[in-house]
């Protein structure tokens, strides 16, 4: 039974100077942007988006749909703890996360796990989680980066680092017996050390994502993914039929939104801002696009993928602190 949720601690120093170097960098990157691309971003006319209106709004809607999906796959990781927690609680601490999404590797994300500790939920656990999840969310953008492998020579190089990570993570999880590493770290003479605590903690983690690897969970898990995150390229796909007369087929939209994201994650930069919109707009550039038509397009994109997502995540932070 939820008596209550926990607050948030007050911000220290630290996070307090985080956010400024987090939000500088937006702000250097749009002036770098406004800069390096006035005269494309002065050919850019909104009246294509005016007139196509239901795409977008079509767009924001899968966009959200893509949230539901993820929520759903996070409450079935949470019942495989053992946790079960009503739907609105479990959706509002999610989606919580995404306020902290623009940090290398989504690592703030799991600020969520702040809301869970005073339930029991031990902290291995949810980082397990997440750690399986964003492997998920990794390995299913792979699957959707495929379809269009054959056109993006450039790009090749980066696939296939995600592709190596992903599987010597899958094995490394399936093979390394972790709970015997655990045991025997505990009795090691530098077990007080801060260094061997975090170290151990880890081990731990990676002992506990074991449960969410299992055939029928796996399946369902990376399932989800793949609607959730072909979701949002669809809404690619939809928006680029009004924005431009140049076709891009839903292989393409897939594949671009896909390998986009990808290098965007394997720059650990937050939220993959600047390799993310670089790497969109040259490949819708690439498919027929004129370059402010890309960048447009390039801009809803993001503006419905990641920044729609920040926004929900703050009122979701509000919704959490106002619960008594």
């Known amino acids: 039974m939820l008596s209550s949720v926990p607050r948030p601690p007050a911000s220290s120093p630290t996070s307090l100077w985080r956010n400024l170097l987090t939000y500088g960098l937006i702000a250097g990157f749009a002036v770098w942007c406004v800069v390096g691309f006035h005269r494309d971003l002065s050919q850019i006319s909104l009246a294509p988006l005016i007139a196509g209106w239901p795409a977008v709004l079509a767009a924001t809607a899968l966009s959200l749909f893509n949230y539901a999906l993820r929520v759903v796959r996070w409450k079935l990781y949470l019942s495989r703890l053992g946790h079960v927690l009503p739907w609105r609680f479990v959706s509002l601490t999610f989606m919580s996360g995404f306020a902290f999404t623009l940090s290398p590797g989504k690592l703030g994300e799991m600020v969520r796990a702040r809301y869970y500790q005073p339930l029991g939920i031990p902290i291995s656990g949810l980082m397990a989680g997440f750690f399986v999840e964003r492997l998920l969310d990794l390995l299913a953008m792979i699957l959707l980066a495929v379809a269009v492998l054959a056109e993006l020579q450039a790009y090749r190089q980066a696939l296939w680092v995600a592709v190596g990570l992903v599987v010597s993570l899958l094995a490394m999880l399936a093979f390394m017996p972790w709970p015997t590493v655990a045991q025997r770290m505990a009795s090691h003479r530098l077990a007080g050390s801060k260094l061997f605590k975090a170290i151990q903690s880890a081990v731990t983690m990676l002992g506990s994502a074991r449960q969410f690897l299992k055939p029928g969970i796996l399946f369902m898990g990376l399932s989800l993914g793949l609607v959730a995150w072909g979701a949002e390229a669809v809404g690619l796909k939809l928006v680029g039929d009004v924005i431009s007369t140049a076709p891009l087929s839903l292989p393409s939209a897939m594949g671009i939104y896909a390998i986009a994201i990808i290098v965007g994650a394997l720059s650990f930069l937050p939220g993959g ?22 960048i447009l397009l390039t801009l809803v994109c993001r503006l419905l993928t990641l920044w729609l997502a920040v926004l929900i995540g703050w009122i979701c932070v509000w919704a959490l602190r106002g619960k008594q």
Do not use: I, K
């Open 273 to 294: 801002l600047g390799s993310t919109e670089l790497v969109m707009t040259s490949l819708l550039h690439a498919h027929g696009y004129q370059l402010p038509e890309a």
